[in-house]
């Protein structure tokens, strides 16, 4: 069954709309895709907060745009990377039963025996890119980690047999890694090159006051 999520028109010929949008409590968006012409519309922001949060952003969401309803997905959500707040919404129209490309997250399981002797795990990339029908996308895709050692990695192409979607990236595509842990001399050499660094700054910034001054 699908989400219903309401929205409205909304005029793009004035600059100043955006900003009364946002004061109204609506977020900027624009739907396109199936059997629909681009068209820039506007969300309730609260009300959409809580459709990611008790949906997910992968749930097929049947959208309704001034009374046309329309089966869409969320193709791409801008926050505001301090605030955390909506900027923009993509949303794309499907056909139910007509596979589409869309973005996943990824949901890794277990502790990296890597991890447990000191290594610390990175996370490169956290998505991956499907075909798969709209009514078939999954919340997430778990990729066990459990069994990565110190300098070992978890690509593609180890889970592609595992996943029963199509998976649009490489074999090569890393989603996790567990690196060896930073010695006292790496750290000791590390902190000398940021002071090095931060030394050479300062003595470049000197001629440009003094010059500053001399005018």
């Known amino acids: 069954m699908s989400i219903l999520v309401h929205a409205k028109k909304r005029d793009t010929k004035h600059r100043s709309e955006i900003a009364s949008l946002r004061q109204e409590g609506y977020v900027?968006?624009?739907v396109y895709g199936?059997?629909?012409?681009t068209t820039p519309i506007a969300v309730d922001e609260r009300d959409f907060e809580k459709t990611l949060r008790e949906d997910g952003r992968t749930a097929v969401m049947l959208l309704s745009v001034d009374g046309v309803e329309v089966n869409a997905v969320l193709a791409e959500v801008q926050k505001n990377p301090v605030k955390g707040e909506l900027i923009h919404l993509d949303f794309l129209?499907?056909?139910m039963n007509k596979k589409i490309e869309l973005e996943v997250p990824i949901q890794v399981?277990?502790?990296p025996i890597g991890v447990k002797e000191g290594g610390s795990l990175q996370m490169p990339n956290r998505e991956l890119l499907l075909k798969v029908e709209p009514k078939k996308v999954p919340d997430s895709i778990e990729v066990n980690i459990a069994d990565l050692a110190i300098g070992e990695s978890v690509a593609v192409g180890d889970i592609r047999d595992t996943v029963e979607f199509e998976i649009i990236q490489e074999d090569d595509y890393v989603l996790a890694t567990v690196l060896a842990p930073i010695t006292a001399a790496e750290l000791e050499a590390s902190l000398g090159e940021?002071?090095?660094e931060s030394d050479t700054g300062e003595d470049e910034q000197e001629p440009t006051a003094l010059k500053d001054s001399e005018a």
Do not use: F, R, S, T
């Open 28 to 30: 900027p968006a624009v």
């Open 93 to 95: 129209a499907v056909n």
């Open 194 to 196: 940021a002071e090095v």
């Open 34 to 37: 199936y059997q629909i012409d």
């Open 109 to 111: 399981v277990g502790e």
